[in-house]
């Protein structure tokens, strides 16, 4: 992948352009290390005297790597009043992890560690004063310790268990979101969102040949199916027309991505989803 690559180990955080090698212990070391300034993505070393929470602030202040191709994040302003914004943003991270431990299980531990990462980088970070004001406990120790399971190769069963807490948080946290006029809408306009992302993430996989891109889309459309399976049931009450929409959509994601890793020659067209995405979407506008 061409991402900042994010390690947490021994107490060093180091986020570097393509590889990692051991920080050197003495300044002749160094110089003996020196290399070109990379170009190729954001830089950072944090020396082990620094948490990894002082780490990932740092780099969730420099911009992360997120907001191409749908992954963007969210208004934290918007997310501290409106129930959607708010659900979405929880959805993102569970995203990440769902994708992250995927990764992880398929061999790709770097890739899941990443996708572990980027879900506090992208999210949490800018989320946390809503979130600590809403009542979320212990959410973000519990993001940092599958990031530091992740980047250090623990085992998967270690791994699984740091990221299954995480998603138990999440779904815990969905209490404390602003209220809804609307709890069956709300809970369809966030699976929309989640469609649209992967749907977004889906044509930058295919035009731009981007793995990252077909990791964040993998994760968003088992987020989006994992919210389905939760409430499809009652939205097909409400609306038929709705409900049909978002499965024929989520059947979409389900087939562009099968398996958190690259599919070669895929036989789905990007602008199909993207149809069926935006059907979705005029479709839960209709709601009454």
Known sequence: MTRSRIWFGLGTAVLAGHSLSPLPATAAEATARA???RTDGPVLVFDAGRSQRAAMKAFSAQGGEGGEGGEGGVDPGLAAEDPVAYGVSLAVIEAHYLAGLAAYEAGETEE?????AHGYSEIYADMEEVYLARGVDG????L???VAKAGDGAPGEEVSEAAQHVLALLEAAEATAPASDDALRTEAA???ELIDRTAAQYLSA???GSEEAFLDGYGFAAAAQRRADQHLAAIGERSPALAESLSAALALGREAFPTPLPVADPALEPGV?????TQARFALNALH
């Open 35 to 37: 290399e070109p300034p």
């Open 112 to 116: 899941g560690a990443e996708m572990f």
């Open 139 to 142: 959410l973000e120790g519990a």
């Open 144 to 146: 940092l310790d599958a």
């Open 190 to 192: 966030i699976i929309v």
């Open 206 to 208: 295919r035009t731009g």
């Open 273 to 277: 989803f993207l149809a069926m995405a």
